[in-house]
């Protein structure tokens, strides 16, 4: 039932396609010799085609650069080094959105390629740049495939991964439902590949919460043609929640599961709260912004920060941790080392070191009249 209350009337969706799903890995080889498989990519672009057919706008997320690239090159090891990284990105991104406008092509959907950064994404500017271009293409019909800006982003190589960029990208364009296909049928309460004394683990239908205990849940991937795992899916729908969207975790390697969602069919992990969703600036600043350092709070602050909605002044700082400009993203945390929200700061982290703990009259005393009397202001803070 609520399933099909998300799909009702649903008139944009962004789909992320993980490497695993469009690997030629079914026919025998091991996970660091699979290359693209067409045959997958042909295939989702019919069940794409018929979302489209239902007046829904798409966008893709597309992981396999890297993998296709391998292929191309001949890499087979596992130790590759950052540039031969960047190299299998370079050449295989290009292969990747061949095949893709290829197969497109043959439906009469035309197709363009989207390259995104953590520097496009962090500065706000760049960040509604590319919200714009986006919704020009979908205004022509044609189906953004977005990736990573892997072949020159070391960053994103080293940590970035494609799930976040999808919940990201779901908030960027308002989208009403992501998808992820994954090589597995959802979150399990246990590892799937063992037994617990002859106890099979369970799929978890529905996640109404992502906290401490489902991230543990979640554990780490051993699919070698992955970043992340489950882990980063997660994560993922915790963002896209907070934003007021729907996440569904799915198995990709089931042909018809886009079907099955789309006419209701309890299939995967739905993470959905049902909540009203953060303000756009707000959840930028929580989940976009890569955080510079952290402030740690006493109790008096955080209470003024939770309870009271308050702004975060000078003498509720206890520590300083990093090295930041103004304007930079921090994370707040309390004395016991849980954050509790995030924020854009007022002052450096030296101007910081200065003044922490110091009342407003105090400051002013010692720097004059020119200085914030917020370290965050409210309207820079999220809480969590």
Aim: proline content about 2%; some cysteine; charged content about 30%.
């Amino acid at each position: 039932m609520i399933r099909k209350e998300i799909l009702k009337d649903i008139k944009r969706v962004v789909i992320k396609i993980g490497s695993s799903v469009i690997s030629n890995k079914d026919k025998g080889e091991s996970s660091l010799e699979c290359g693209l498989s067409k045959d997958w990519v042909r295939h989702y672009a019919r069940q794409i085609k018929h979302i489209q057919d239902l007046d829904c706008d798409v966008v893709i997320v597309s992981s396999g650069a890297v993998m296709a690239g391998r292929e191309r090159l001949g890499f087979s090891r596992a130790d590759l080094s950052i540039p031969e990284k960047q190299a299998c990105a370079a050449i295989g991104q290009s292969f990747l959105m061949h095949t893709y406008e290829k197969a497109f092509e043959k439906k009469n959907i035309k197709v363009a390629q989207i390259l995104l950064s953590h520097d496009d994404l962090g500065n706000r500017s760049r960040y509604l740049n590319a919200k714009n271009t986006i919704e020009a293409l979908l205004n022509k019909r044609v189906i953004p495939i977005i990736n990573e800006n892997d072949s020159v982003t070391v960053e994103e190589i080293k940590i970035g991964d494609n799930d976040t960029l999808s919940a990201t990208v779901a908030c960027l364009v308002d989208a009403q439902l992501l998808i992820i296909l994954s090589d597995v049928e959802g979150l399990y309460n246990r590892d799937p590949s063992f037994q617990y004394k002859g106890e099979k683990a369970k799929l978890i239908s529905h996640v109404e919460r992502v906290n401490e205990e489902i991230e543990r849940t979640a554990g780490k991937s051993k699919n070698r043609l992955t970043v992340g795992g489950m882990y980063t899916k997660v994560l993922a729908a915790k963002k896209t929640m907070s934003f007021g969207i729907p996440t569904l975790v799915v198995n990709g390697l089931d042909r018809k599961v886009l079907e099955k969602i789309f006419s209701g069919k309890d299939v995967g992990t739905l993470f959905w709260s049902g909540k009203g969703k953060i303000r756009n600036r707000k959840h930028w600043i929580a989940h976009t912004l890569k955080p510079a350092g952290t402030v740690v709070v006493d109790a008096g602050a955080k209470k003024a920060l939770v309870e009271r909605g308050k702004s975060l002044l000078p003498a509720g700082l206890i520590k300083i941790k990093g090295k930041f400009e103004f304007g930079k993203a921090v994370m707040i945390s309390d004395e016991a080392g849980k954050e509790i929200g995030r924020g854009l700061v007022n002052y450096s982290s030296s101007d910081l070191q200065q003044i922490k703990g110091m009342k407003t009259s105090a400051i002013k005393k010692s720097i004059g009249e020119s200085f914030y009397e917020e370290v965050i202001h409210r309207d820079d803070l999220v809480i969590f």
